[in-house]
Antibody, heavy 115, light 109 residues
Framework: EVQLAESGGDLVQPGGSLRLSCAASGFIFSSYWMIWFRQAPGKGLEWVANIKEDGSEKNYVDSVRGRFTISRDNAKNSLYLQMNSLRPEDTAVYYC????????WGQGALVTVSS | QAVVTQEPSLTVSPGGTVTLTCGSSTGAVTSGHYPYWFQQKPGQAPRTLIYLASNKHSWTPARFSGSLLGGKAALTLSGAQPEDEADYYCLLFYSGVWVFGGGTKLTVL
């Protein structure tokens, strides 16, 4: 059974940092691009970042470029999102997703940025 | 950044047919935008219904179909069921970045 499990969501103050993790199982993690999406409370979906199979290519939405870093560890079947200089507008449920055609989604991790 | 547009809300009768569309501020939506469609029910993570405009996953109900129609991506639901009531999002690719539409809230009533 395929599973994507996010962890690391928390309440953090503006300007703070947080690292999200996504543990993958049940599919060949190292063969696929992986993606982070997010959804602010009551709002629509937003693509945040993606990373190539071997980590050699990364792309970011403009609003997080320079603050967030996507990475992966294929030996651990894990995806990460390092979030720095967090802002209240980063408050959202963060989903990891991947597979050949975005086949798989995690259940999400809530990040709240508030003082 | 490109803006992707969807109908904010649509209503369909049980057993009826409805088409949701996905437009781009940059012009016609083409296969080069790799259109995706996602379904999200309240309190749940999204799930992918359609990729590359018209391809279905194994879990995509047969009553859903995707196409390129009149310069837009389209998701057609034929024979709507109560369980199809959900938010639907399209996603388009623009030279290394992905942009979602604002979503369509579909009511089956």
């Amino acid at each position: 059974e395929v599973q994507l499990a996010e962890s690391g969501g928390d309440l953090v103050q503006p300007g703070g940092s947080l690292r999200l993790s996504c543990a993958a199982s049940g599919f060949i993690f190292s063969s696929y691009w992986m993606i982070w999406f997010r959804q602010a409370p009551g709002k629509g979906l937003e693509w945040v970042a993606n990373i190539k199979e071997d980590g050699s290519e990364k792309n970011y939405v403009d609003s997080v470029r320079g603050r967030f870093t996507i990475s992966r560890d294929n030996a651990k079947n894990s995806l990460y999102l390092q979030m720095n200089s967090l802002r209240p507008e980063d408050t959202a449920v963060y989903y990891c997703a991947g597979g050949a055609w975005v086949d798989y989604w995690g259940q999400g991790a809530l990040v709240t940025v508030s003082s | 950044q490109a803006v992707v547009t969807q109908e904010p809300s649509l209503t369909v009768s049980p057993g009826g047919t409805v088409t949701l569309t996905c437009g781009s501020s940059t012009g016609a939506v083409t296969s080069g935008h790799y259109p995706y469609w996602f379904q999200q029910k309240p309190g749940q993570a999204p799930r992918t219904l359609i990729y590359l405009a018209s391809n279905k996953h194994s879990w995509t109900p047969a009553r859903f179909s995707g196409s390129l129609l009149g310069g837009k991506a389209a998701l057609t639901l034929s024979g709507a069921q109560p369980e199809d009531e959900a938010d639907y999002y399209c996603l388009l690719f623009y030279s290394g970045v992905w942009v979602f539409g604002g979503g369509t809230k579909l009511t089956v009533l």
